[in-house]
């Protein structure tokens, strides 16, 4: 499975911005993903979790009601939909393919070391 990330960019602060996750060498539907980001200096953090299924989603504190997670299975493709951006919100985004469940109650403790399979990344700057 290969994971590309795109849609990242500079936007101002109040934006909008959609990320996507695209797969490769695998069907996407088997997996559970997660958004990551991380900002220079900073640990990576999890932003958001959507199971195989879509029905299962999670978030981080700091971008609920703001973001939006989503997946399209016949396009082997995940969505983050991020409105009202901050300029904390700026960062190198991450989609994050693990074939175990990990989104639920559980999602926040789940160590980065348990995804199988990482993208490359797609930046994202918030600035006026």
């Known amino acids: 499975l290969q994971l590309a990330e795109s849609g990242g960019g500079l936007v101002q602060p109040g934006g909008s911005l959609r990320l996507s996750c695209r797969a490769s060498g695998a069907t996407l539907a088997h997996y559970d993903i997660s958004w990551f980001r991380q900002a220079p200096g900073k640990e990576r953090e999890g932003v958001s979790c959507i199971s195989g299924s879509g029905d299962t989603t999670n978030w981080a504190d700091s971008v609920k009601g703001r973001f939006t997670i989503s997946r399209d299975n016949a396009k082997n493709t995940v969505y983050l939909q991020m409105n009202s951006l901050k300029p904390e919100d700026g960062a190198v985004y991450y989609c994050?393919?693990?074939?175990?469940?990990?989104?639920?109650?559980?999602?926040?403790?789940?160590?980065?070391?348990?995804?199988?399979?990482w993208g490359q990344g797609t930046q994202v700057t918030v600035s006026s």
């Open positions: 994050a393919a693990e074939m175990a469940p990990i989104c639920g109650p559980n999602w926040p403790r789940v160590r980065l070391s348990e995804y199988d399979y």
